[in-house]
């Protein structure tokens, strides 16, 4: 009986990864039907040649003038301790070490493209996107994309699961750097606070999905919504394309990411070969797109059957956003 257990693990798994080749190779041919991966190829190539002209011209690292300006017109109304440092955590300070990385990833790695930015009003504001890509550097180019181009400047409070700020080492890091538990509470706290908070309604559920699954987006929780009527904070709903493909997953392995205590455990094609790096970034490219503030009115405590209407607004918005994108877009990788 084991052996046919798994024996059937093998042959789903092994259907699993046809079917995601399959869809890839449907998704990216054009209309010459060029092979996959002469399509690939072309298209890692002609990233890499703008990746090497970026990083031989020097042109994608922020000014060290530039940097200080922007860290001090971040520390301007910030409610911070006698250290530096919010009831959060949060140390603006911190990010001048931080900015040399955002910098490669943003500009360099996924050569990010961001459009309306100028969207994003002052004050008060709920940032609603998309979730995707197996690890958060969805969240990560929202947020540099805010400190690094947006004006003035701003530092998005990004709402993160429990485990992740539980992970040693990196749950200070995020907390020294804006972001909080996705709690309600601290959610309002920050909204009251007129702070920028960067909300993904889909959660661990959107960020694990499997390739087949790519740009359909899971289940929107409710909460964000509540808040917003609450608080009466304005909602710019955000459409990220292209973290979708920057690590293929095949299947998550529930049974492992049980014991290892985390939402899923993406198995993508080069796991077996390469173990844990398999979960590294393609340097895929990134188009992310803003839309129109949308204001809703209302009681906050009304039923679902109420809020689920004004929450679809939102995610319609984002899915229509999404859908431009992928028009738009001549591959993966440009």
Same mark, same amino acid.
């Given at each position: ?28 041919? +054009? ?13 890692? !190539? ?21 940097? +200080? ?14 250290? /530096? ?9 911190? $990010? ?7 910098? &490669? ?8 493209? =961001? ?6 009003? @002052? !004050? ?14 969805? /969240? ?8 690094? @181009? ?12 429990? &485990?992740?700020?539980? $992970?040693?080492?990196?749950?200070? $890091?995020?907390?020294? =750097? ?8 601290? =959610? ?7 702070? =920028? ?13 499997? &390739? ?38 095949? &299947? ?22 390469? /173990? ?43 899915? !229509?956003?999404?859908?431009? /994108? ?9």
């Amino acid at each position: 009986m084991p052996r046919r257990t798994l024996h059937d693990r093998y042959a789903r798994f092994q259907k699993l990864g046809l079917q995601a080749a399959n869809q890839l190779q449907a998704f990216v041919a +054009d209309q010459r039907e060029r092979p996959l991966w002469r399509q690939l190829g072309e298209e890692i !190539g002609e990233a890499s040649q703008d990746m090497a002209a970026l990083l031989l011209s020097g042109t994608w690292r922020t000014p060290q003038d530039e940097v +200080d300006r922007r860290i001090a017109q971040l520390l301007q109304g910030q409610h911070l301790g006698e250290f /530096g440092v919010d009831p959060f955590g949060y140390a603006p300070e911190s $990010l001048r070490v931080m900015v040399p990385i955002l910098d &490669f990833l943003h500009r360099v790695w996924f050569r990010a493209e =961001c459009y309306d930015l100028n969207r994003v009003p @002052e !004050g008060r504001v709920l940032l609603i996107s998309n979730h995707s890509g197996q690890l958060p550097f969805d /969240g990560m180019v929202i947020a540099s994309a805010m400190l690094l @181009e947006h004006e003035p400047p701003r530092i998005p409070r990004t709402m993160v699961e429990k &485990f992740a700020t539980a $992970l040693p080492g990196f749950g200070d $890091l995020v907390y020294r =750097c804006g972001s909080v538990t996705g709690l309600p509470d601290n =959610c309002r706290r920050l909204l009251e606070n007129d702070e =920028c908070v960067l909300v993904f309604p889909e959660g661990a559920r959107g960020i694990s999905k499997p &390739f087949r699954e790519r740009y359909r987006m899971t289940a929107f929780g409710h909460g964000f919504m509540r808040l917003a009527l609450e608080t009466n904070t304005p909602i710019v709903p955000i459409a990220v394309v292209g973290a979708e493909e920057q690590t293929i997953n095949l &299947f998550d392995f529930k049974m492992m990411a049980r014991l290892l205590h985390t939402p899923s455990l993406a198995i993508t094609p080069l796991m077996p070969v390469i /173990g844990p790096l398999a979960m590294l970034p393609s340097p895929v490219k990134y188009r992310v797109y803003f839309g129109e503030p949308l204001k809703f009115e209302g009681d906050p405590n009304d039923d679902e059957a109420v809020i689920a209407p004004k929450v679809a607004v939102v995610k319609n918005a984002i899915q !229509g956003m999404l859908d431009r /994108g992928l028009r738009e877009r001549r591959g993966f990788f440009v």
